[in-house]
């Protein structure tokens, strides 16, 4: 059966029932064309059924985007042929923006699954989506700030460059990340995952930059940072429960040396002369236990080198079998792809690995931190 007789066979009462719903509900063969529209559809986005049945929803019209700006028709990107290609639906709301026939940018959730037919071969997908825009305006306020608590400093060192590829589970996240130079030659940085998502994740964010900010005169001793860092957030929330997951470190470029501390974080890549190796360091989560002693370690640089940070979310990205790629699977396509030295290199990267993934979108918040040492005379 084709899915257009599948969609129109349905008993009069279904057919009724999607023809009523608030939520606007389209219906794509497996090529995502659009072949059902239905009323809500057409109220939320303007765009009415006989403008865009037929037609492709890639076709220039919808033009759904991620939080960050991302379009998301091309197909690694796009949840619904995501669903359609892994045969599984979402599990939960997916944050997208949509393009209405007005012109403007308008924020709906989107819940995708896969058609099958009676022999269970998938033959298209739908997609159902509500207009959230009121909830977004104050979600779009806490992200703009959310953002200038992790801005990079200005790229006036040739000596070396930073970059960050931030990926929230929705429009906000709970991960931290934060660079500050401290001198002509020293730069401290701080990538965090804090506990939970969303919201309340996003909330904790800003907690770790007003301690950031509230002990900066510690910024240079990186394992007093941290316990002190540690014992406000013991004071602050049920001791024993983990607040956050995270990597300190400071550069001294004159010496060429890295003081790390960690907190439970994932291994650090070092990338020297195309060869990747994993650095992991022990550390108790910060928020744990008000008496632990972080311990610093340091580890010598040379021009050329390459540092890779990432919070787990990007760890736990697991393939079409449905293994989790890892730290050491994470450092063999590093490898093979050399090192992202910027962020489109990063974005490559992570483009990269969501199209070997088997998610529809991603089930936790992502943040890359890479840190390149240049070679004299860049």
């Known amino acids: ?6 969609v129109h066979g349905l008993p009069h009462g279904a057919f009724t029932i999607l023809e009523s719903m608030a939520d606007g509900v389209y219906v794509t063969d497996h090529k995502r064309r659009i072949l059902y529209w239905n009323p809500a559809a057409e109220r939320i986005t303007g765009w009415s059924a006989d403008r865009v049945v037929g ?15 991302t379009p998301l028709c091309e197909e690694e990107h796009c949840p619904l042929h995501r669903a359609m290609l892994t045969g599984i ?30 022999t269970g071969e998938v033959i298209g997908g739908v997609e159902i989506f509500r207009d959230v825009s009121p909830q977004m305006r104050d979600l779009q306020y806490a992200r703009a700030i959310q953002a200038q608590a992790m801005q990079l400093p200005a790229k006036a060192d040739p000596r070396l460059s930073f970059a960050v590829r931030y990926q929230p589970h929705g429009l906000v996240g709970g991960d931290f990340c934060t660079v500050e130079r401290l001198d002509a030659d020293r730069y401290v940085f701080f990538i965090a995952d804090v506990m939970g998502h969303g919201v309340q994740a996003a909330l904790y964010t800003m907690h770790l930059h007003a301690l950031w900010e509230s002990n900066r005169r510690l910024l240079a001793r990186p394992a007093s940072f941290f316990a002190t860092l540690n014992q406000s957030l013991c004071r602050l929330f049920q001791r024993g429960q983990p607040f956050a997951h ?10 060429r040396g890295l003081i790390l501390v960690n907190a439970g974080g994932p291994p650090m890549l070092l990338s020297t002369n195309n060869d990747v190796v994993l650095h992991q ?20 640089l040379a021009e050329g ?28 396509l590093v490898e093979q792809r050399g090192f992202p030295a910027d962020e489109e290199a990063l974005s490559s990267l ?3 690995i969501l199209q070997r993934s088997n998610l529809i979108a991603l089930g936790d918040d992502c943040t890359i931190l890479a840190i390149s040492l240049h070679t004299e005379g860049r």
């Open 1 to 6: 059966m084709k899915i257009a007789e599948l």
């Open 55 to 69: 037609r492709p929803c890639s076709d220039n019209f919808l033009c759904h985007e991620d939080s960050a700006g």
């Open 89 to 118: 639906p979402s599990t939960e709301p997916i944050q997208v923006f949509a393009h209405c026939r007005d012109g403007s940018r308008l924020a709906v959730q989107v819940n995708v699954a896969p058609v099958r037919n009676a």
């Open 246 to 255: 995270g990597t300190f470190g400071l550069i001294d470029l004159a010496s």
């Open 281 to 300: 360091f022990d550390g108790l989560p910060l928020g744990m236990d008000p008496e632990f002693l972080y311990e610093t370690q340091l580890l010598p």
């Open 305 to 332: 080198d390459g540092l890779l940070f990432c919070t787990d979310g990007l760890l736990k990205i697991p393939d079409r079998h449905q293994r989790s790629m890892g730290a050491h699977g994470l450092a063999r």
């Open 350 to 352: 992570y483009q990269e």
